[in-house]
């Protein structure tokens, strides 16, 4: 088994890429760090899809069982510290192939349309409620965060292998699910819009999340089916859009 102990490794500069946007799109793969993550892609994905796992030595005492048919090369803390996107890194990555881009969508199913939405954190839990609300995927749209940077991936807690992850231009896939007579439900505080307790629950639908600070792009929310809104209660000015979308999500969606 190889062992890498300098973070001047020419290999680990190669991998030290995937950190960055341009890194991932050139080498067409993109990393993970953590147990639970490896783990997570360990058992969603094919073993084509499967590049390296880089351990420190603790990291392979402790899981190397559940590595025996993979491909590992050891590493030093020194090389985790420079690989690793938190202070302290556990010292287990993964390198693993990106999926193909997807030009067209199924539109069956709970679709989570995200438009322009920036946080990592709302990400994450945005695609993890999705996950437990049976979601088919979710939809990353133009100027929202990429999914495959460190703190998104971390964020969505391998949620992301239990439902498709789609980058595409939001205007694209909304014309697509309405090719099929699906309902698209926009997000506004808007007199205009719509309460979302007088949506039945459903099966095919699209739900659209707009950005943290000023909400869905107005020209999104001239072609949605419905423009959705929670009403507030007590003093609040609003909801934090992760806390909107659970709720609405659960909502709507036939189970």
Same mark, same amino acid.
């Given at each position: ?27 067409? @793969? ?18 084509? *899809?499967?590049?390296? !796992?880089?351990?420190?030595? *603790? ?10 048919? =993979? ?6 803390? #020194?090389?985790?510290?420079?690989? /690793? *996107?938190? @202070?302290?890194?556990?010292? !287990? ?24 939405? =920036?946080?990592?954190?709302? !990400?994450?839990?945005?695609? %993890?409620?999705?996950?437990? #609300?049976?979601? %088919? /995927? ?28 789609? @980058? ?7 014309? @697509? $699910? ?25 099966? *095919?639908? #699209? ?10 792009? =107005? ?10 809104? !929670? ?18 999500? $659960? %909502?709507?969606?036939?189970?």
């Amino acid at each position: 088994m190889e062992r890498i102990n300098s973070k001047q490794n020419q290999r680990i500069k190669i991998v030290k890429k995937l950190t960055t946007a341009k890194g991932r799109k050139q080498q067409h @793969q993109y990393l993970l760090e953590s147990w639970h993550l490896v783990q997570a892609a360990l058992v969603a994905l094919p073993a084509t *899809d499967i590049v390296m !796992i880089y351990a420190t030595d *603790d990291q392979y005492l402790e899981h190397g069982a559940a590595l025996t048919d =993979q491909p590992v090369t050891l590493i030093s803390e #020194a090389v985790a510290q420079e690989l /690793g *996107d938190t @202070q302290t890194p556990q010292g !287990i990555f993964l390198v693993c192939k990106l999926p193909g881009a997807v030009s067209t969508i199924v539109p069956k199913g709970a679709w989570l349309l995200l438009d322009h939405v =920036q946080d990592p954190g709302n !990400i994450g839990t945005m695609v %993890r409620t999705a996950d437990a #609300a049976g979601f %088919r /995927g979710v939809v990353f749209g133009t100027g929202t965060a990429n999914p495959y940077h460190s703190k998104v991936l971390r964020a969505m807690q391998g949620s992301q292998f239990h439902l498709q992850v789609v @980058q595409q231009a939001l205007p694209t896939v909304i014309k @697509q $699910f309405q090719e099929h007579q699906v309902p698209i439900y926009g997000t506004e505080l808007n007199p205009a819009a719509v309460n979302y307790r007088t949506i039945s629950p459903q099966t *095919d639908f #699209a739900l659209i999340m707009g950005n943290e600070g000023n909400g869905m792009d =107005q020209a999104l929310l001239q072609q949605t089916t419905n423009n959705l809104y !929670i009403p507030i209660q007590g003093h609040a000015e609003s909801l934090n859009v992760a806390i909107a979308a659970a709720v609405i999500m $659960f %909502r709507i969606t036939a189970h």
